[in-house]
């Protein structure tokens, strides 16, 4: 078996490692989504101290628990659960593969090529799985009015269709695409931790099994340091992305929704749900990067 076709296996895993952490954190996800979720067509926009109050998960959590009950909290785990996996094997195919035609390009195993990998796989994987995210977070925005029933998965998939058509499906892809800086960020200093650890000198004096643990612990801190420096740079775009993808807002561009939020809330409220969606965002990335380091180990390992 040779490296490529290790490569190429590796490719199939992602979507497996990517799952396990997605239904015990989708609770923080639809924390997170409501936080920046402000705007009400009839109520005045809120003050700072309020937009300030709005972002804290637990002020979250419990305004989600007491108008709409327990299970709102696991709204819209549909179609994320039908998203993640291919999503992150699309994602890590596209970065193997863009990685190997970089190598040849640029300095191999440089920065400049894990920032060109990163954004190139991040552009194909929002531009495939955007429809299925617009789904999730539209369901996880939705609210009881007047006594309505909420929507399933393929229920909130055709009214997206029949009001506004499949333009409605790719809402957000501008800040998908302007988020694609969050990857970038990451995988620059993940590749980078990654590299100091593999030289440390710690790293070379450990044998067998202490030596395996150490690096999947050390690359787990990498992955959570790394997601957590990213994610407080780009989050700014996640508020712009939810507030996109509101029905019937008066959200409709990126620059516009920009703007919009600056001149009524203020520059804290692109931070608003940032807590929430660290503390989902650091543990998931942590998992799933150590679990892909882990597998392709294994399949190295047996290869040889």
């Known amino acids: 078996m040779n490296s490529a076709h290790t490569a190429r296996k590796t490719t199939r895993f992602p979507k497996w490692s990517g799952e396990r952490p997605c239904p015990l954190l989708h609770p923080r996800e639809q924390r997170r989504n409501f936080c920046p979720d402000a705007s009400k067509a009839h109520a005045p926009p809120p003050s ?3 937009s300030y109050l709005r972002g804290l998960p637990n002020a979250a959590r419990q305004s989600i628990l007491e108008k709409e009950g327990p299970k709102s909290l696991f709204r819209g785990l549909g179609p994320n659960l039908v998203g993640v996996a ?3 094997a699309v994602y890590f195919a596209c970065y193997s593969k863009a990685k190997e035609q970089f190598n040849g390009i640029f300095v191999p195993n440089s920065n400049t090529v ?3 990998s990163a954004g190139s796989a991040a552009f194909v ?3 495939l799985m955007n ?3 617009m789904v999730k977070t539209r369901m996880q925005l939705e609210r009881k009015v007047r006594g309505s029933k909420q929507m399933n998965t393929l229920q909130c998939a055709r009214y997206v269709y029949q009001t506004e058509g499949i333009r409605g499906f790719y809402r957000g892809l501008t800040a998908s ?3 694609i800086s969050e990857t970038i960020i990451c995988f620059a200093i993940y590749e980078s931790l990654k590299k100091y650890l593999k030289e440390a000198p710690l790293a070379s ?4 099994t202490e030596k395996n643990s150490t690096n999947f612990f050390g690359l787990m801190a990498a992955a959570a340091l790394s997601e957590g420096c990213a994610s407080c740079v780009a989050y700014p775009h996640e508020v712009i992305r939810t507030r996109l993808r509101e029905e019937g807002t008066k959200y409709k561009s990126f620059v516009q929704t920009a703007r919009l939020v600056f001149r009524e809330e203020g520059y804290l409220a692109f ?4 807590f929430a969606q660290l503390i989902r965002q650091i543990p998931n990335t942590a998992i799933v990067l150590s679990t892909y380091e882990l597998i392709v180990y294994l399949l190295e390992d047996h290869a040889q």
């Open 48 to 50: 700072k101290s309020q």
């Open 86 to 88: 291919p999503s992150r």
């Open 114 to 116: 894990h920032i060109f």
């Open 125 to 127: 994987t929002n531009s």
């Open 131 to 133: 429809p299925i995210w």
């Open 177 to 179: 695409c302007a988020g």
């Open 205 to 208: 004096s450990t044998n067998g």
């Open 271 to 274: 931070y608003r749900g940032l």
